[in-house]
């Protein structure tokens, strides 16, 4: 039986995540800084499928915890079969207003820890020739975001990243694939301050987003856009104008 590792696993995308792979029949390691919640998750998944369940309690915002986290691992003696780089949160207004620790908090966690969990567990996988990583990214990525500034340039990051990595391990067993959801119904948008932002009225949940990783994880692509409507919107983007479109996700944020 094979183990899924998912941060930012207490709410949203990753947990709806975790149950999709648990109706699989997969082991779970979750990660998040909420202990109570966590844990009421890990009996329900428990009491629902024949698998196991881990949860590790940690802030990876912490510039540390990667280290942490693979150390968590290793002295388990845990194998990690796929990782899902899914911890993240958002924050949206003029770039000038927004605090900068909060920020630079955004940046480490969105960012910094997605990469060095990347390295960490990609070292093992391509020693044994075999595994799988899934980065969330965005569609945002595709564009730069006009009052989520910041965020929109890390997901332009994660999605760079990581089918430039895909290249690398071209001639390898070991994949990785970037999953670019657009506005989906989580904590997200409230955490981000855009709850009432036209990009959050009917949007999917977060359980079909789940599914659509699973069932995307070995498709052979570096990257994977979830939902029809944002697939048409990423190539529709490719023949406007770069005003235009700033003017355009601009107002679909604010």
């Known amino acids: 039986m094979q183990t899924v590792l998912i941060t930012g696993a207490s709410s949203g995308i990753g947990k709806e995540t975790a149950y999709v792979f648990a109706k699989n029949n997969y082991n779970l390691i979750l990660i998040a800084r909420r202990k109570d919640v966590l844990e009421n998750i890990k009996i329900d998944i428990e009491s629902k499928f024949k698998i196991n369940v881990t949860i590790i309690i940690l802030d990876l915002s912490d510039i540390n915890s990667s280290n942490e986290v693979y150390r968590i691992i290793k002295e388990k003696n845990l194998l990690v079969d796929i990782l ?116 959050f009225k009917s949007v999917p949940s977060s359980m079909e987003l789940g599914q659509f990783i699973f069932n995307n994880m070995n498709s052979g692509k570096y990257s994977k856009i979830h939902g029809l409507k944002n697939r048409i919107l990423k190539n529709a983007g490719l023949f406007t104008p770069r005003k235009i479109e700033l003017a355009v996700t601009a107002g679909i944020v604010k």
């Open 84 to 199: 899902i780089n899914n911890a993240g949160f958002g924050l949206s207004g003029n770039f000038i207003d927004i605090d900068i620790e909060n920020e630079s908090n955004m940046l480490l966690l969105n960012m910094i820890t997605l990469t060095k969990l990347t390295k960490l567990f990609l070292r093992d996988m391509v020693k044994n020739d075999s595994g799988t990583i899934i980065n969330i990214a965005s569609t945002g990525a595709f564009q730069p975001v006009p009052y989520m500034a910041c965020y929109g340039a890390i997901k332009a990051y994660v999605l760079n990243f990581t089918e430039a990595i895909a290249y690398e391990l071209r001639k390898t067993k070991v994949k990785i694939i970037a999953i670019c959801p657009g506005a989906t119904e989580s904590e997200f948008s409230k955490v981000a301050g855009v709850e009432n932002a036209i990009m």
